[in-house]
């Protein structure tokens, strides 16, 4: 059975890893992030509408700073960070259907004005129409030194590799150049468009996912899985 490579941090790694167990596919988990929390402020409540979540880590790591803030309701990309965020304490969480534009947009569509995006240090800016956004960090994820021995183990098996986000892309890419891994023999799953882009060329097989959710990334990658990973294997660019 071809095995999946999980880079991204936990706990986001184990919840990936247990949908792969549950379509049968064998996932190896070896993280090259790791995600810490951030020292900050929560500010006035009454200065927003709603919060807007666009990870997981967000809810799971804001702490004691995001009790000021849950009589807002929240706006959240995908069930997995709707999930994190009612174990954070919010009663009024409504789930967007794609990326954080598509929430965003989501939120003016129901009226809100001010949205405090409360994110990581490295996150993607966020504009929507009539809309004022205002992003409120509260955790960072830390790129790791080098590529985890259970990677580089799972490479040289031709484990399919799934890449979350562009500047895991970039980091892996560059992890496995330092480790010597052979571009030509590994094929990457991403995420998204942008993902698979940042990953650079030379690698066997690159695919991205149809939208952008950890689900659609764990079918494209079960879909290499059984037709095998040629190039252009499952593709869509």
Known sequence: MT??????????ARETAVRASAMGLDPVLAPILAVRPL???PPDPAAF?????????????GGEGLRRLRGLP????????????????FADVRVGSGDGATAAALAAAQGARRLLHVCGSDHKPLAT??????????????MLPSLPATAA???REGAIVLLHSPRMARHFAALSDAA???????TLAAISDATADAAGTGW???SAADRPRDEALLELAAKLCKIGSGPGTGTRR
């Open 49 to 61: 509408d709603a919060l807007l979540f666009t990870s997981a880590n967000a809810a799971r790591l």
């Open 180 to 186: 010597g891994v052979a571009r030509e023999g590994v």
């Open 74 to 89: 929240c706006y959240a990309v995908g069930e997995a960070t709707a999930a994190a965020a009612r174990a954070a304490g």
């Open 39 to 41: 020292p900050w402020t």
């Open 204 to 206: 066997q097989a690159k």
């Open 129 to 142: 129409p009539r809309v004022t956004i205002t992003a409120c960090p509260v955790y960072a994820a830390d």
């Open 153 to 155: 183990a799972a490479l």
């Open 3 to 12: 095995r999946l490579l999980i880079v991204r941090p936990e706990a986001g």
